[in-house]
């Protein structure tokens, strides 16, 4: 983990709401799919505490990375206004990441099925990237409410894809877990990873835990430190442990080491 200083390349708008922020890329480390960085978004005092991101996609030969992002509230909304040559305060790379978990065992099954939805879609098509350089071509489920959220130009073409909309608006009409459940292929022999909001996530558990497969899950939780120093994004676990805490035992996790109320 390092804090530096790095410069906007491009920002562009990929749907409603959603950003794309490209930048360049100072330590010497490499980030892998599933880690976060935090940015501090003004030298204000108001929004105080730096705002969490996952990455999204990492180029060596360049050194930049990117996020995607939803405006929400002030700190995004600083974010959206971002041009070319500013300045952005990052400390990253954080956190685990789905290569920590992936198991040989897994690796050699059938089908891989990285599952994304609204703003944990940046790190799934890393993954997804990731996977297909190793040569391993995964299934990339996407979900989104309606068809004006889906981040089209953000899509590998040479990735499976399929999308799923609540309202039937594009692809497949349903959640992921819906599509999922319509899939005779995805119903053995599987591992699934996924990041998105809470209710997908226990829905691709569930999932995992009825057809007997292996499930892997970034969680996306409120964080003030970033760094495991605060305690503020603990989540229940099973076992003796009780609680880890997302931004430093995580945010990946073993989907059934997560206590799902």
């Not at 994304?116 to 890393?126: F, H, S, W």
């Not at 829905?203 to 499930?215: K, L, Q, R, V």
Request: hydrophobic share 35%.
């Amino acid at each position: 983990m390092k804090q530096f200083i790095s410069t906007v390349i491009e920002l562009k708008s990929i749907a409603e709401d959603y950003f794309l922020l490209s930048f360049t890329w100072i330590p010497d480390s490499t980030p892998a799919a599933g880690q976060f960085l935090t940015i501090r978004t003004t030298e204000l005092s108001s929004p105080l505490l730096r705002r969490p991101f996952a990455l999204s996609s990492f180029d060596n030969k360049s050194k930049t990375a990117s996020i995607i992002f939803q405006k929400r509230g002030e700190g995004t909304k600083i974010m959206s206004q971002l041009i070319k040559g500013d300045k952005l305060d990052i400390m990253g790379p954080l956190g685990n990441s789905f290569s920590d978990f992936k198991a040989k065992s897994d690796n050699t099954k059938k089908k891989q099925v990285i599952v994304a939805g609204g703003i944990g879609t940046g790190p799934m098509l890393y993954l997804a990237e990731e996977m297909r350089e190793g040569g391993i071509e995964p299934l990339l489920i996407v979900g989104c409410r309606t068809k004006s959220l889906i981040p089209f130009s953000s899509f590998n073409k040479n990735i499976e894809t399929v999308i799923c909309t609540d309202d039937g608006s594009f692809g497949f009409k349903g959640n992921v877990i819906d599509y999922m459940n319509s899939n005779d292929k995805l119903t053995s022999d599987v591992t699934i990873y996924c990041c998105g909001p809470e209710p997908m996530l226990k829905g691709c558990h569930a999932y995992a835990e009825t057809t007997n497969n292996t499930c892997y899950v970034s969680l996306e939780q409120m964080m003030a430190c970033g760094i495991g120093a605060c305690m503020g994004c603990t989540c229940e676990t099973e076992g003796e442990k009780k609680y880890a805490r997302v931004c430093k035992d995580g945010p990946v996790f073993k989907s059934s080491e997560v206590k799902w109320t």
